[in-house]
């Protein structure tokens, strides 16, 4: 019946509601009369049934007008309240004057009684409906404690009285004057009785609330919870919920840079318009990782001109879409090209006069490059060259180069065509011209493609295992935004070849990483200490060209710069000539496509390239031969 009537139509249940709140205030008033009289009072002709007929009429009109009926009755709340109790001032104002002009004999008694019953019946029905709707609607729901008693808490546990997944039981806090007060009928506990509190209270999951907290902060708190068997998850940020793009109790994961514990510095406005602001900016690679958020940094810049230049048609193609929507007063110009194109290039570069370059097109992945060494060549190396070349020609002020950590005593082709692109940069450097070179050397970005993090949250939610290349492998970890904006700001101090190094903070260990994320999923490591755990961790072993750990300085030369998170390291670099002579053997090497021999010309280079494996290069014939006899090894399928 209650199923029923919650799927009518919006206004038949309010002519429902209306209905029976009519036959509830004539019963009222009889009621008053019966009480004042002493005696049950039933109408003894139709004008006193004419008489409570209009009265109750003119009272639902009444609570018309002050937007009772408006009011959802499952989440009939305050205002609704409030609409009672004026309604029901109207009505009793309106029994005193519909007696005086019909001449019936009301009273004072009879008014002050009629009121209370009448306001009784009207709230009662309301809440107790709300009451009714909410209990045949509802289902069990998990058990969550709010970590965090502040104002976004509050908020939360409001919201989830409404929700149909969770019931807070629990508040904890740091604060000790909140500690043993009671928030929204929740007690606040300490910190220290969260994994009492979890057993006890049966809690499936812990809910951050304290969107506004440091990162340092967040990491402290998710390291204390990281042992317990629940499922860790946070509200969105303040500044999504107040710009009205996320609610409160949207919940989401874990942000896994808040595992990182290292706060960003705000950026020296200084350094980050120096090169930008009321400038023509080029970034190739617009549609990667760093690169498109090099062009959201430097957008939001008001550049002259903004020209993304980028060989992936799709990914130009996002990156043009919301950066014109997001900037709608900032000249933005898509080009799809690549950079080994020397002719596209310096039709871009001259019809724009563009002032300054981010670069960031290259191929990165070390696998993928391992197996494809001309073509990493072709794009990092000569790319770069031709880039450069281009930029020279057409009097660009400023050239940025966005490098890598594997470009320090490099074990891998992708390490080694990255140093000797920043050679190349140092090279021309030297050179007379009007174009300032530097370049920028960081480690991994979180959530960049090809990123270990959304590989590892993919294989928890199929179950697992999660694969890893070696149990101590290490990583720098930087958030994209951070380093793009840290990127612009060392590129404004560089000038004639300079190399920086981003502070990345302390390495994070692989291992403990995939751990923490199991963890924090609510699950378990199924290791030989836990064999009946949720997710195993699977080493898989190191991949060609992969190192144990990364360094970003060769030696131990960097300075201090201006900003705190930006060294200026001093390196070993060549002479142009010198450079020159060794791009004429990669060109060679490329024209001929011997993957084996540029192998062994940038081993043989001054770029400290060690390969700690075999040639694994797709082209090279020894792996022509090995992917063919697998393949007429395998047995062959019937048609």
Request: with cysteine; net charge neutral; charged share 20%.
């Given at each position: ?78 205002k609704a309240f409030r609409a009672v109790v004026f309604g029901m001032l109207a009505s009793s104002s309106a029994l005193v004057l519909f007696s005086a ?35 045949v609607q509802s289902r069990p729901k998990d058990n969550v404690i709010i970590y965090g008693a502040g104002e976004a808490g509050r908020q939360l546990a ?482």
């Open positions: 019946m209650l199923i029923q009537l919650l799927a009518l139509p919006r206004n038949l249940k309010r002519v429902v509601a209306a209905t029976v709140d009519v036959l509830g205030i004539m019963l009222a008033l009889w009621f008053a009369v019966s009480v004042d009289a002493r005696v049950f009072y039933l109408p003894s002709n139709w004008n006193d049934v004419a008489f409570a007929f209009v009265l109750s009429v003119a009272s639902v009109f009444l609570f018309y007008k002050l937007g009772l009926y408006r009011s959802v009755t499952r989440y009939i709340g305050s002009l019909m001449d019936a004999r009301v009273n004072l008694n009879v008014v002050v009684i009629y009121s209370l019953s009448a306001f009784i019946f009207i709230a009662a029905s309301r809440f107790g409906a709300r009451s009714v709707f909410r209990q409001h919201a989830l009285i409404h929700g149909r997944e969770y019931h807070a039981v629990a508040f904890v806090d740091d604060d000790e004057t909140l500690q043993g007060a009671m928030i929204q009928n929740l007690s606040v506990f300490p910190v220290s009785k969260i994994g009492e509190l979890t057993h006890k209270l049966d809690v499936k999951r812990i809910l951050l609330a304290f969107p506004s907290a440091s990162r340092s902060t967040r990491r402290n708190a998710l390291e204390m919870l990281s042992h317990l068997p629940v499922t860790v998850q946070t509200i969105p940020g303040m500044a999504d919920i107040i710009a009205g793009d996320a609610k409160i109790d949207e919940l989401r994961e874990v942000n896994i840079e808040d595992l990182l514990g290292r706060d960003a510095v705000a950026p020296q406005m200084d350094l980050l318009t120096q090169n930008v602001r009321g400038k023509a900016v080029m970034v190739t690679g617009a549609g990667g990782s760093i690169g498109s958020e090099l062009c959201r940094q430097v957008a939001a810049q008001k550049p002259k001109a903004l020209i993304l230049y980028e060989w992936s048609e799709p990914s130009l193609y996002y990156i043009h879409e919301e950066l014109t929507q997001t900037y709608p007063d900032v000249a933005i110009f898509p080009f799809v090209g690549s950079v080994q194109d020397e002719i596209n290039l310096k039709s871009v570069m001259n019809s724009h006069r563009i002032d300054t370059i981010y670069h960031a097109a290259a191929y990165k992945h070390v696998p993928m490059v391992e197996m494809n060494i001309i073509q990493a060549a072709r794009n990092n190396v000569l790319g770069t060259l031709y880039t450069a070349q281009a930029a020279i020609d057409a009097g660009v002020e400023k050239f940025v180069l966005v490098s890598t950590d594997k470009a320090v005593r490099p074990t891998n082709v992708m390490g080694a065509t990255k140093r000797l692109a920043e050679l190349i940069l140092q090279g021309l450097a030297k050179t007379t011209h009007k174009t300032a070179f530097c370049m920028v050397r960081f480690g991994n970005v979180l959530g960049s493609s090809g990123s270990v993090v959304p590989k590892f949250r993919e294989q928890i939610k199929k179950g697992g295992p999660i694969t890893l290349t070696h149990k101590d492998i290490t990583r720098y970890f930087m958030i994209i935004p951070e380093a793009a904006q840290l990127v612009i700001q060392a590129g404004a101090m560089g000038d004639q070849g300079d190399v920086f190094v981003l502070d990345m903070g302390e390495p994070i260990k692989i291992y403990d990483l995939a751990k923490q994320m199991i963890r924090l999923s609510g699950l378990t490591v199924k290791d030989e200490q836990n064999p009946h755990g949720d997710i195993e961790i699977k080493i898989t072993g190191l991949r060609p060209g992969e190192k144990l750990y990364e360094e970003l300085i060769i030696g131990n030369t960097d300075r201090l710069t201006p900003h705190p998170r930006i060294r200026r390291a001093s390196e070993h670099s060549l002479a142009w000539t010198e450079v020159e002579s060794l791009l004429n053997d990669v060109i060679a090497c490329c024209a001929e496509m011997d993957g084996q021999r540029l192998r062994d010309i940038l081993k043989d280079a001054p770029l400290d390239y060690t390969p700690d494996s075999r040639c694994v290069d797709l082209h090279y014939p020894v792996q022509i031969t090995k992917k063919i006899k697998h393949s007429l090894s395998q047995p062959q399928q019937p048609q």
